[in-house]
């Protein structure tokens, strides 16, 4: 009874408080592609990525129901660094939609706007709300509308002490004159959330750390069990405590200033029975504090990353090529940074395409055969092996009324176009290809019918193309499978590669494109296709993660074209519209929304690509 008591009060005191707008509320999932294309339209860097900021403790002085429902004490304040662009999940401050709506896009072309990070976070908001202004003078009824909105929302200075009711004037003042203000008055509490401005103190990780990323495995960007959402935690790195050590506390707990809470959370693992309560923990969490605590789990991952004996892997091919990469923070192109290892399949044993696929392998044979050039006569010729007899007789009647006409071919000649072009299909063969794609069939499975039958519609056409998959283990372990050369047949030999393709490790996409570039820039034909089949991000053990690793693939793109290469890419990735426009273009790559019809469209797209 106590505990229904208690729920009913909760949801009668937490409503009570809840200054919301449900019913216009705005998500940054249904905004997202807009605010990204806008983002970049004004001008903003366009290798960002975009995802929702972790709502944050602001401090500041909450209304008597706030503070008896234990609510308010958090704001989702859009923040950017050198990687990501961080807009709130969720807007429903005003009761308008479209004031939400707007608040969405004001930030965004705030961001868009470089402001100098030095100067105080009064000074530099006005500063960018001015230089925003400025640039796009269509906004500024936009900006008025939402400051005419946002005040109304605020606690009035007469209801606030001296000190805080200064600060609030000094920030209304702000807002309403962009440039009127040099200094924010001090108070002994921070001041309210200013929703139009980016946020003050941006949840940064600690320096010194490493990155969350290092070590980490492969996201499974396929699961289905796991609820989507935009945010990412603000994360960093600490030694896990060895339990050993005593805590002497040599003052009284009530004079702490404030509380950190530490969770040993288990992250390769996501079996445990308290999973959900978990995650709804790490909602509830500032920051998230990770590390390796060296027990089971972690023991585990290093044996599986481990590279296989010489004798069980597959065969060496060469010595290692050294190839460069590209660093976007000191935009310096590395020399011989990374090593790519050629090798093709030790225990390949050769076979005949799988039953299951043979009757989609003969329809699609039918399909491609038509784009295979037939010979046709080529009248009114000089030479050729026929009298061409339409303009035989043309030429006689013109010569019998005396008509003089220009002199003209009469022969028909007989001739045969040919399809000009070679392809290189690049396949992904990382550990997350070992995530399944369907109930029924892995990443990976999905990947070797794709190469399947698009082996056996190319071999219909009579086009040159190779085969190659690749997966990396740090800059020093690049590896890069042959499937099918461009100087090799299409035969049960080429069969029994592609059945063995197996998930690899980490995917160091610069380094397998610069040599595949190498490789398709030696073929004489006139359109070079070099198609990439991607489940993921660029993503290796070391730094090669988030915009260091999106930059790197983008030169390695840039290079490619440079060469006279066409890039494309396919991709099940759910999330890759938010960066692969960036990489490969607006039209330069295509995404598979399910799985398990990659084999099937895959044979369609080269068709649509290269029909001459």
């Known amino acids: 009874m106590e505990e229904y ?7 009668l005191v937490t409503h009570a408080a809840d200054r919301r707008h449900a019913q216009a509320a705005v998500t940054l999932d249904e905004i997202g592609k807009t605010a990204s294309i806008f983002f970049r339209a004004l001008g903003g860097d366009p290798g960002l990525n975009l995802s929702a900021t972790p709502a944050t403790r602001h401090g500041a002085r909450r209304r008597w129901l706030e503070w008896l429902a234990a609510s308010g004490e958090k704001a989702e304040l859009a923040w950017r660094d050198g990687e990501t662009l961080r807009l709130p999940e969720r807007i429903d401050l005003f009761p308008e939609r479209d004031l939400n709506r707007d608040l969405y896009l004001w930030l965004v072309a705030l961001s868009a706007v470089e402001a100098e990070p030095a100067l105080p976070w009064i000074v530099r908001s006005q500063r960018s709300t001015l230089a925003t202004l400025e640039r796009f003078p269509g906004l500024t009824a936009r900006y008025r509308r939402l400051v005419q909105a946002l005040l109304p929302l605020r606690r009035a200075p007469q209801q606030l002490p001296e000190d805080e009711a200064a600060q609030e004037q000094a920030l209304r003042r702000a807002l309403l004159q962009p440039g009127s203000i040099e200094t924010l008055p001090r108070a002994r509490r921070p001041f309210q959330p200013v929703p139009l401005w980016p946020h003050p ?23 289905q069990d796991v609820a989507h959402s935009r945010r990412r935690h603000v994360a960093e790195r600490t030694d896990m405590p060895d339990g050993k050590d005593g805590f002497l506390m040599l003052f009284r707990a009530e004079s702490l200033f404030s509380w950190t809470e530490y969770i040993k959370v288990n992250r390769p693992q996501d079996d445990e029975e308290d999973a959900a309560n978990a995650a709804l923990a790490a909602e509830d969490m500032d920051a998230m504090t990770v590390a390796r605590d060296g027990q089971t789990s972690a023991a585990k991952l290093r044996f599986d990353l481990d590279l296989p004996a010489a004798g069980e892997d597959d065969t060496v091919l060469g010595e290692g090529i050294a190839l460069p990469e590209w660093d976007w923070k000191k935009q310096l192109l590395q020399p011989d940074y990374c090593r790519l290892q050629e090798m093709v399949a030790r225990r390949a044993a050769p076979c005949e395409l799988p039953q299951p696929l043979r009757r989609t392998a003969r329809r699609l044979r039918s399909q491609f055969q038509a784009l295979v050039p037939v010979r046709s006569w080529l009248k009114a010729q000089a030479d050729g092996e026929e009298v061409d007899l339409d303009a035989w007789v043309r030429h006689e009647t013109d010569r019998l009324i005396g008509v003089h006409a220009a002199e003209r071919g009469l ?7 040919q399809r000009d072009l070679a392809c290189l299909l690049l396949a992904d063969l990382s550990l997350s290809t070992d995530a399944y794609a369907s109930d029924h069939a892995r990443v990976i499975d999905v990947i070797r019918d794709s190469l399947f039958l698009f082996s056996e519609a190319l071999s219909a056409t009579g086009d040159r193309f190779a085969l190659y998959g690749f997966s990396s283990l740090k800059r020093s372990h690049v590896r890069f499978h042959r499937l099918k050369s461009f100087d090799e047949r299409y035969d049960s030999d080429i069969r029994g590669r592609i059945a063995a393709i197996k998930p690899g490790y980490y995917t160091r996409m610069g380094a397998a494109i ?12 006139s359109q070079r296709l070099l198609l990439l089949l991607t489940d993921g991000k660029p993503n290796d053990l070391d730094r090669y993660e988030g915009r260091y690793g999106i930059e790197d693939t983008r ?12 890039p494309f890419c396919v991709t099940i ?21 399910k799985p398990e019809d990659l084999p099937r469209e895959l044979p369609l797209l080269y068709a649509q690509m290269t029909r001459q």
């Not at 008591?5 to 949801?11: E, F, M, N, P, S």
């Open 411 to 417: 022969y028909r000649a007989q001739t045969a176009q």
């Open 514 to 525: 610069r040599h595949s570039t190498a490789l398709l820039s030696k073929q004489p034909s």
């Open 555 to 566: 030169m390695a793109l840039s290079e490619a074209r440079r060469q006279g290469l066409q």
């Open 573 to 593: 990735d759910r999330e890759a519209n938010d960066y692969l426009p960036h990489l490969f273009g607006a039209g330069g790559y295509a995404v598979i929304r």
């Open 201 to 223: 103190l941006p949840p940064a990780g600690k320096a010194g750390r490493a990155p969350v990323g290092d070590g980490a495995p492969e996201r499974d960007e396929t699961s």
């Open 5 to 11: 008591v208690g729920g009913l009060w909760h949801k």
